[in-house]
T-cell receptor, first 112, second 118 residues
Framework: QQPVQSPQAVILREGEDAVINCSSSKALYSVHWYRQKHGEAPVFLMILLKGGEQKGHEKISASFNEKKQQSSLYLTASQLSYSGTYFCGTEIVVQGAQKLVFGQGTRLTINP | GAVVSQHPSRVICKSGTSVKIECRSLDFQATTMFWYRQFPKQSLMLMATSNEGSKATYEQGVEKDKFLINHASLTLSTLTVTSAHPEDSSFYIC??????????????FGDGTRLSIL
């Protein structure tokens, strides 16, 4: 049920690009993306609901493939403030209970 | 400003103590809240779904009698770690859907509670 993220960690220089992937063996209702800085709460970035959807802006954007089994988060011309751990999450319903479950996270380090 | 308030932010206590963590939605009502536990450098692991007016739904492996959840009102959910032991030390975070309920809603997260059991 838990989505799988890759890579586990990325180290970049400021200005470089990064792609973080999130995949599932089954079609997802939705994909959430969050960023968490050390010792802080996760912060919502965006949510994708439809197959083929792309969302975001020039610097941070995401896509959701047609089969709704994979999503990618794109970080363009990274800034120091982009450092943190990125989580994708998806909502599932099990025996009538609504749940939001997360991938294992991708730790992004941006160096000057 | 924060739309989900979590309190306390840090607790240090002796083994055997029970600890209550509060999660409040500010300026909106939340019929559903989620409780997560996060160990260092690991993911957010869902513990339970808190439902206003009904029993919480616990994840497999989470002891209901140890982690008591009470969703007493539309703006407050509490998690009580009963008779806490060192292995319960972790970062506990709550979240509520932006709309307060419903599927496919972004989540507001509380600032988390760092629990340390000596």
């Amino acid at each position: 049920q838990q989505p799988v993220q890759s890579p586990q960690a990325v180290i970049l220089r400021e200005g470089e690009d990064a792609v973080i992937n999130c995949s599932s063996s089954k079609a997802l209702y939705s994909v959430h993306w969050y960023r968490q800085k050390h010792g802080e709460a996760p912060v919502f970035l965006m949510i994708l609901l439809k197959g083929g959807e792309q969302k975001g802006h020039e610097k941070i954007s995401a896509s959701f493939n047609e089969k709704k089994q994979q999503s990618s988060l794109y970080l363009t011309a990274s800034q120091l403030s982009y450092s943190g751990t990125y989580f994708c999450g998806t909502e599932i319903v099990v025996q009538g209970a609504q749940k939001l479950v997360f991938g294992q996270g991708t730790r992004l380090t941006i160096n000057p | 400003g924060a739309v989900v308030s979590q309190h306390p932010s840090r607790v240090i206590c002796k083994s055997g103590t029970s600890v209550k963590i509060e999660c409040r939605s500010l300026d909106f009502q939340a019929t559903t809240m989620f409780w997560y536990r996060q160990f260092p450098k690991q993911s957010l692991m869902l513990m339970a779904t808190s439902n206003e007016g009904s029993k919480a739904t616990y994840e497999q492996g989470v002891e209901k009698d140890k982690f008591l959840i009470n969703h007493a009102s539309l703006t407050l959910s509490t998690l009580t770690v009963t008779s806490a032991h060192p292995e319960d030390s972790s970062f506990y975070i709550c979240s509520a859907p932006f709309s307060g309920t419903g599927f496919n809603q972004p989540q507001h997260f509380g600032d988390g509670t760092r629990l340390s059991i000596l």
